[in-house]
């Protein structure tokens, strides 16, 4: 615990002083590059993530520190994160379990594209939500 | 004007109510999947975005609309937007003017990686910012 302490001082930061605390990470598979989610991180998700290696965000809605596939099993392993020019976004480059990211149940949760003012369905959907969140 | 205003009538709709009003943009590379930069847009930026072709942001620093590359002439030309599960966040896909995102000069804001708690440069720099934004 003392050495975590004295890693974390001596550690680069992020800067979460801009959105309540919270930053914005940009969540991509690591081998296509597509974008599945992006969620938000507070310090302590941020820290959790490093030490786990697996991505936590900060639920918005549940306000509580999450990780991501604790009820699907779809947890993300980290790979490589990117940090950016002013330190308040970053790049998670995961492998994602299950092989999908979004809890509709499609590989993306940007599984929609704009056509002609219409959000069209054109992702991939890899599993039945009903069947994976059932309690 | 009147046609347009029927256009945005019947659009899809874009959900602005979590984040005063600004909800995130992921920007990526048409191409090489790339992510260049995130940045925010409010319901102007949003139309003006797909009326012009052009990627528009919100700036949070200057408090209004940007046409991203007004300054610096590195516009970002849309060729996809995707939505998210929660109409809450957006994907451009863009081809980038310059071949250069960040006012850094690098080609992706997204220019560091986290190697042992350091961020440490890897991107590609591709211009001079004392060149491009001198007066």
């Known amino acids: 615990m003392l050495l975590c302490r004295i890693k974390k001082i001596t550690m680069d930061k992020l800067n979460f002083t801009k959105g309540d605390g919270l930053i914005p990470a940009i969540v991509q598979d690591h081998q296509t ?74 590989a993306s949760c940007f599984f929609r594209k704009v056509e002609n003012g219409s959000f069209n369905v054109e992702g991939r959907l890899v599993f039945d939500p009903k069947e994976v969140y059932r309690k």
């Open 33 to 106: 590059g597509e974008v599945l989610m992006l969620a938000y991180i507070n310090e302590e998700s941020w820290y959790k993530t490093l030490e786990t290696g697996k991505a936590h965000y900060w639920s918005r809605s549940r306000n509580k520190l999450w990780l991501k596939g604790e009820s699907s099993g779809h947890v993300q392993v980290i790979r490589e994160i990117l940090v950016d020019c002013d330190e308040d976004t970053v790049v998670f480059k995961v492998e994602q379990a299950g092989g999908a990211a979004c809890h509709k149940g499609y």
